[in-house]
């Protein structure tokens, strides 16, 4: 069963193999800098009520990697999502992921924002020493098969398959564009401790699937950049 009809809901109706005993829960805030109470009030009411529908069955959730390193409404609404989880599902998956790229998505993205802007050719700031991360969605519906039927009750982190500085990351959607992106570099430090925190089954997940981190990046920005 997949609730939802966003990024990661239409990648799942496309892809994923129901085994009957899951509950893909990809409805939701997804915007890192939303601020509305009733939307994260919303996203809370339907997975409680997905949760008290479907007591036997596993739910998968997709939260973040920043929880954490980052604080805001949205972060603090997708650790409140974890602990509701944890507290009344008897079976879950949290999948802490980075930030996602597919078909279309919203403009929220930070590939959907770049590639915009860089297009539009405008001028934008970027802090010189924050790193990011993206993964294709398709890569997420495999790894929910791949860990689906290993584990239970358990966070998997998902640091990334090649973390990156957005300052190259712009680089990269620049050349891909034949755009100069026209960076302003601004001076701010983060925490990219996150970057160190995959789970071991993450790591296992993309021995099994041989996906080579050198190049990922760049691979899937082709793979769903329109030029």
Known sequence: MIVGNGLI??????????????????????????????????????????????????????????????????????????????????????????????????????????VNTIKNKNEFNVYGNVKRAIIDVDDIVNLVHYCEDKVNCMVINIAGIEKISVIDLSKKIGYILNVEPLIKIQEKTENDKWTLIDSDIFKDFLHALKIIPVGYTERIIKKYIEL
């Open 9 to 114: 809901a239409t990648a799942f109706k496309k892809k994923y193999i129901d085994n009957g005993k899951n509950v893909i829960f990809a409805s939701g805030v997804s915007n890192s800098l939303e601020t509305d109470p009733l939307k994260f009030s919303r996203e809370k009411k339907l997975l409680t009520n997905t949760i008290l529908n479907y007591p036997d069955k596993q739910i998968i959730y997709f939260s973040t990697i920043l929880i954490g390193y980052k604080d805001n409404s949205y972060y603090r609404h997708k650790e409140d999502m974890e602990e509701l989880i944890k507290k009344t599902s008897k079976y879950y998956i949290i999948f802490r992921i980075p930030q996602l790229i597919g078909e279309k998505g919203n403009n929220n993205t930070i590939i959907n924002y770049l």
